[in-house]
């Protein structure tokens, strides 16, 4: 841009400098011309008047020597009014062509005196011819240019010498000019650089002029796209939080059927190598059934859903995305582990048809005593009848007590967390367990040995630390043979209390150990109905120990017996104060 003001305005002042130098340097060459014709006018006047005519040639060549001993160049020739040179001081007259059309002989032959300024054709050099006639005669005086040359020369040289200052001066002005108009263009250039490059902090230094309005313009620009941009920023940052919380996997795809949004929870649920942006959807994920949910609801532009069961139970929610006209642009998909939930839902209508089972049992033996009873063939006088339906009525209704008893305290245990302020002593509730399950026992013919002296306190309630310990000691004596042996130990294992119930019973089958803690499985139904197992004691151990933040240990052999171990912590006060002691 500088470069073509500068060269602008240099063509701009050589072109004038061409005009005015071409214009003086003619009227120079003109003026010259005339003063000199004027002198050589005047020489020629004299020497026409002083032609005596005897000698002509003679004549003419000692004025010509005369005139050029004060100054070079000049030749005197004498023409007659036909145009026949009669004399010549530079050549042989004889010779020489007719001269009557040369312009100043013709000009003296008509008004006295004529003169023109032209190449000799005799010598082929410029020279300046004045010529005088009288009416007979013309006499011609010339003189070679070259003095007029010299000053001419000397007048070029003046012209391009001032050319050059001028042009030099105009070169130095125009490049302060132009840098002073240029430098806030440049300035702009820069700046609208540096913004584009992504220095949107850069301003560009305004002056209060026009350009420094065009500046502030782009500044305000600046200001514009830097907010938007972090807008931008800020927003992207947050989507990207949000889709690394959210726990759930996310893709997006567009309509190409490229990923252009994967979170890392997609990424683990599917059990991609990586989550990259930009693959093809198809190629990342191998599920045929999400690969199809896409496929059909960019098809469709309607959400779609899908589950499907790899090693997991997934299932995808998909939506389709529209740009502000409604066009399909892509297609999000959600995907949710289900395999949690669905196992609950498994679980809990299970258990809905189990207790109704369990329930449903006693009810019925109730209800066909009932039946018996009014039954009008049936003898109710009989007593022994009598009890016998009594008898069962008793051992179902209680049955049903301890059924509903259960489940409630299940739900107790499940519902509400461990509180602070509970505590017990281990040793004081096995205590108390073994006097409950010692009639049992007897019965059964089971030897009971408990080892529970002294007080170990955790962090729960005696009351509940007891239901453990029964529960155990119950199983183990309702799960053995007569003459067998109960082994009850409590005992301190540095910061936990462990109680250890160990029978020589019947034992479990090494398949059903991981399930003999969930609710109403059982190994033998009818022996645990038969001796009164609700099938959920050892799920209510399961729940209490978990909720006292403790562990259950079950190793059994079958036909050998069984160890059930549970350890507890320790109150923290308690093991302090045993420390300081
Ligand atoms: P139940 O009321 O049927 O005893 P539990 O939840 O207490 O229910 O026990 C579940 C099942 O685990 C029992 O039905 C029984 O088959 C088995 N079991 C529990 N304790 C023992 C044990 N000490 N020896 C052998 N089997 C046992």
Same mark, same amino acid.
């Given at each position: =841009?500088?470069r073509k003001?500068?060269?602008?305005?240099?063509?701009?002042?050589?072109?004038?400098?061409?005009?005015l130098?071409?214009?003086?340097?003619?009227f120079?060459?003109?003026?010259?011309?005339?003063?000199?014709?004027?002198?050589?006018?005047?020489?020629?006047?004299?020497l026409?008047e002083n032609?005596?005519?005897?000698?002509?040639?003679?004549?003419?060549?000692?004025?010509?020597?005369?005139?050029n001993e004060?100054?070079?160049?000049?030749?005197?020739?004498?023409?007659?009014a036909?145009?026949?040179v009669?004399a010549?001081?530079?050549a042989?007259?004889?010779?020489?062509?007719n001269?009557l059309?040369?312009?100043?002989?013709?000009?003296?032959l008509?008004s006295?005196?004529?003169?023109?300024?032209r190449?000799?054709?005799?010598?082929?050099?410029?020279?300046?011819?004045?010529?005088?006639?009288?009416?007979?005669k013309?006499? %011609?005086?010339?003189?070679?240019?070259d003095?007029?040359?010299?000053?001419?020369?000397?007048?070029?040289?003046?012209?391009?010498?001032t050319?050059?200052?001028?042009?030099a001066?105009?070169?130095a002005?125009?490049?302060?000019?132009a840098?002073?108009?240029l430098?806030?263009?440049?300035?702009?250039?820069?700046?609208?650089?540096?913004?584009?490059?992504g220095?949107?902090?850069?301003?560009?230094?305004?002056?209060p002029?026009?350009?420094?309005?065009l500046?502030?313009?782009?500044?305000?620009?600046?200001?514009?796209?830097?907010?938007s941009?972090?807008?931008?920023?800020?927003?992207?940052?947050?989507m990207q939080a949000?889709?690394?919380?959210?726990?759930?996997g996310?893709?997006?795809v567009?309509?190409?059927g490229?990923?252009?949004?994967?979170?890392p929870?997609?990424?683990?649920?599917?059990?991609?190598r990586s989550?990259?942006?930009?693959?093809?959807?198809?190629?990342?994920?191998?599920?045929?059934?999400?690969?199809?949910?896409a496929?059909?609801?960019?098809e469709?532009?309607q959400?779609?859903t899908?589950?499907?069961?790899?090693d997991?139970?997934?299932?995808?929610?998909?939506?389709?995305i529209?740009?502000?006209?409604?066009?399909? =642009?892509?297609?999000?998909?959600?995907?949710?582990?289900?395999t949690?939930?669905?196992?609950?839902?498994?679980l809990?209508?299970?258990?809905v048809?189990?207790?109704?089972?369990?329930?449903?049992?006693p009810?019925?033996?109730?209800?066909?005593?009932?039946?018996t009873?009014?039954?009008p063939?049936?003898?109710?006088?009989?007593?022994?009848?009598?009890s016998?339906?009594?008898?069962?009525?008793?051992?179902?209704g209680e %049955?049903l007590q301890a059924?509903?008893?259960?489940?409630?305290?299940?739900?107790?245990?499940?519902?509400?967390?461990a509180?602070?302020?509970?505590?017990?002593?281990?040793?004081?509730?096995?205590?108390?367990?073994?006097?409950a399950?010692?009639?049992?026992?007897?019965?059964?013919?089971?030897?009971l040995?408990v080892?529970?002296?002294?007080?170990?306190?955790?962090?729960?309630?005696?009351?509940?630390?007891?239901?453990?310990?029964?529960?155990?000691?119950?199983?183990?004596?309702?799960?053995n %043979?007569?003459?067998?042996?109960?082994?009850?130990?409590? %005992?301190?294992?540095?910061?936990r209390?462990?109680?250890?119930?160990?029978?020589?019973?019947?034992?479990?089958?090494?398949?059903?150990?991981?399930?003999?803690?969930?609710?109403?499985y059982?190994?033998?139904?009818d022996r645990?109905?038969?001796?009164?197992?609700?099938?959920l004691?050892?799920?209510?151990?399961?729940?209490?120990v978990?909720?006292y933040?403790?562990?259950?240990?079950?190793?059994?052999?079958?036909?050998?017996?069984?160890?059930?171990t549970?350890?507890?912590?320790?109150?923290?006060?308690?093991?302090?104060?045993?420390?300081?002691?």
């Amino acid at each position: =841009m500088r470069r073509k003001v500068l060269l602008l305005l240099v063509v701009v002042a050589l072109l004038t400098e061409a005009l005015l130098g071409g214009g003086i340097y003619a009227f120079q060459r003109a003026l010259l011309a005339d003063q000199a014709a004027e002198r050589m006018e005047d020489v020629a006047v004299l020497l026409l008047e002083n032609l005596v005519d005897e000698d002509l040639q003679a004549e003419v060549d000692e004025w010509a020597d005369a005139l050029n001993e004060r100054s070079g160049g000049y030749r005197v020739t004498v023409v007659d009014a036909q145009g026949q040179v009669l004399a010549d001081s530079g050549a042989a007259a004889g010779e020489m062509e007719n001269h009557l059309e040369r312009e100043e002989v013709q000009e003296a032959l008509h008004s006295g005196a004529g003169q023109a300024l032209r190449d000799s054709a005799t010598t082929g050099e410029p020279q300046l011819y004045v010529a005088i006639s009288d009416g007979s005669k013309v006499l %011609r005086l010339s003189q070679t240019f070259d003095q007029i040359r010299a000053l001419q020369r000397l007048l070029l040289l003046a012209v391009c010498g001032t050319a050059l200052l001028t042009l030099a001066v105009a070169w130095a002005l125009s490049y302060a000019a132009a840098r002073r108009v240029l430098r806030p263009i440049e300035a702009l250039r820069q700046g609208a650089g540096r913004i584009a490059e992504g220095d949107l902090s850069y301003r560009i230094p305004a002056q209060p002029d026009e350009m420094g309005a065009l500046a502030g313009d782009f500044n305000d620009m600046a200001d514009k796209l830097s907010k938007s941009l972090q807008h931008e920023r800020t927003q992207r940052a947050q989507m990207q939080a949000v889709l690394r919380a959210i726990p759930a996997g996310v893709i997006a795809v567009d309509r190409e059927g490229v990923v252009s949004q994967i979170n890392p929870e997609a990424v683990r649920l599917l059990g991609l190598r990586s989550g990259r942006v930009g693959e093809k959807f198809g190629d990342l994920v191998r599920d045929d059934q999400l690969v199809d949910l896409a496929r059909k609801t960019l098809e469709q532009s309607q959400g779609q859903t899908a589950e499907w069961t790899t090693d997991r139970v997934l299932q995808a929610v998909s939506a389709p995305i529209r740009d502000e006209s409604g066009a399909g =642009m892509g297609v999000v998909l959600v995907i949710s582990d289900m395999t949690q939930m669905r196992r609950l839902e498994q679980l809990r209508s299970e258990f809905v048809s189990n207790a109704t089972h369990e329930l449903k049992t006693p009810l019925t033996a109730i209800r066909g005593c009932i039946e018996t009873l009014r039954d009008p063939y049936v003898d109710t006088a009989n007593p022994k009848i009598l009890s016998e339906m009594l008898e069962i009525m008793d051992v179902q209704g209680e %049955r049903l007590q301890a059924l509903i008893s259960d489940m409630l305290e299940l739900s107790r245990i499940e519902s509400a967390p461990a509180l602070a302020d509970e505590r017990g002593d281990l040793c004081a509730a096995v205590r108390e367990a073994a006097k409950a399950v010692g009639v049992q026992a007897g019965k059964a013919e089971i030897t009971l040995h408990v080892s529970a002296e002294g007080e170990l306190l955790c962090g729960a309630a005696e009351e509940r630390l007891r239901r453990i310990a029964q529960n155990l000691m119950e199983n183990a004596v309702r799960y053995n %043979r007569p003459g067998g042996n109960v082994w009850t130990t409590v %005992r301190r294992e540095g910061a936990r209390a462990v109680l250890a119930v160990r029978d020589d019973g019947l034992g479990i089958p090494e398949k059903d150990l991981p399930r003999v803690c969930e609710r109403f499985y059982r190994v033998d139904k009818d022996r645990s109905r038969n001796s009164g197992g609700t099938g959920l004691g050892l799920a209510i151990v399961k729940h209490l120990v978990r909720r006292y933040d403790g562990e259950l240990d079950i190793r059994s052999k079958l036909g050998e017996g069984s160890t059930f171990t549970v350890y507890l912590p320790i109150l923290r006060e308690k093991a302090n104060a045993d420390r300081e002691a």
